[in-house]
């Protein structure tokens, strides 16, 4: 059984930063890709960023809004997958998540393509 866990959530100022971790249980996670996503109450969960297993040398997208502040990457030694969250927004306030795209090859930010989900952490960017 897969099972997905994020945490490292929690309250920070403007421009302070925050690491999430996604760890995960049931799969060997180096071969499959993680999407990492938020999501505000009442509206859709929007994909930030991806990493891609080890068959596609574990490439990593983001999106634009997140681009330079947010980096993922993976602890090769455990089934751990990191969210490093700089510069921090109050846009940024939201619940994340991360999931589990049984791909092996690429990875995708839409919401669709995963196929386990974690029950989020909250990040809170606020003077």
């Known amino acids: 059984q897969v099972q997905v866990v994020e945490s490292g959530g929690g309250l920070v100022q403007p421009g302070g930063s925050l690491r999430l971790s996604c760890d995960v249980t049931g799969i060997t996670l180096a071969d499959y890709a993680i999407g990492w996503f938020r999501q505000v109450p009442g509206k859709d969960r929007e994909g930030i960023s991806c990493?891609?297993?080890?068959?596609?040398?574990?490439?990593?997208r983001y999106i634009d809004s997140v681009r330079d502040r947010f980096t993922v990457s993976r602890d090769r030694g455990k089934n751990t997958v990191y969210l490093q969250m700089n510069n921090l927004k109050p846009e940024d306030t939201n619940v994340y998540y991360c999931?589990?795209?049984?791909?092996?090859?690429?990875?995708?930010?839409?919401?669709?393509?995963?196929?386990?989900w974690g029950r989020g952490t909250q990040v809170t960017v606020s003077s």
């Open positions: 999931a589990v795209e049984v791909e092996t090859l690429g990875c995708s930010v839409a919401a669709t393509a995963m196929s386990y």
């Open positions: 990493i891609s297993g080890r068959a596609s040398n574990h490439e990593t």
